[in-house]
Nanobody
Framework: QGPMVESGGGSVQAGGSLRLSCGAS??????LGWVRQVAGQPREGLAA???????NYRDTVKGRFTISRDNSDNTLYLQMNDLTTEDTAVYYC??????????????????WGQGTQVTVSA
């Protein structure tokens, strides 16, 4: 189905916020999610949202990050608040057909784009 395009990354101080976006027009009926990766470390599934809006979060981001999707224009979002230096990573949006949670999104090969860099400074 092709890669999705992430945007919205940048540099922010600890405690700040960012909102990531992802164009997901090819995946309107899929589960969508956000994954991040620090160079040299394993990918980390963060959050997933089903086509009907059910969400699922990794414990370390629950309460700070909010995943949402706008089905009218097929855009996926990740609102990130209270950022810490440990949130510094490249963030990717992905798509999954089937079980929808922050673990299963790691195993998909659908939608991976170039990612967007998030850098949080102390």
């Amino acid at each position: 189905q092709g890669p999705m395009v992430e945007s919205g990354g940048g540099s922010v101080q600890a405690g700040g916020s960012l909102r990531l976006s992802c164009g997901a027009s090819r995946y309107s009926r899929y589960c969508l999610g956000w994954v991040r990766q620090v160079a040299g470390q394993p990918r980390e599934g963060l959050a997933a949202i089903s086509a009907t809006g059910h969400t699922n979060y990794r414990d370390t981001v629950k309460g700070r990050f909010t995943i949402s999707r706008d089905n009218s224009d097929n855009t996926l979002y990740l609102q990130m608040n209270d950022l810490t230096t440990e949130d510094t990573a490249v963030y990717y949006c992905v798509a999954v057909w089937g079980k929808c949670d922050y673990v299963t999104i790691l195993n998909t090969d659908s939608g991976w784009g170039q990612g967007t860099q998030v850098t949080v400074s102390a």
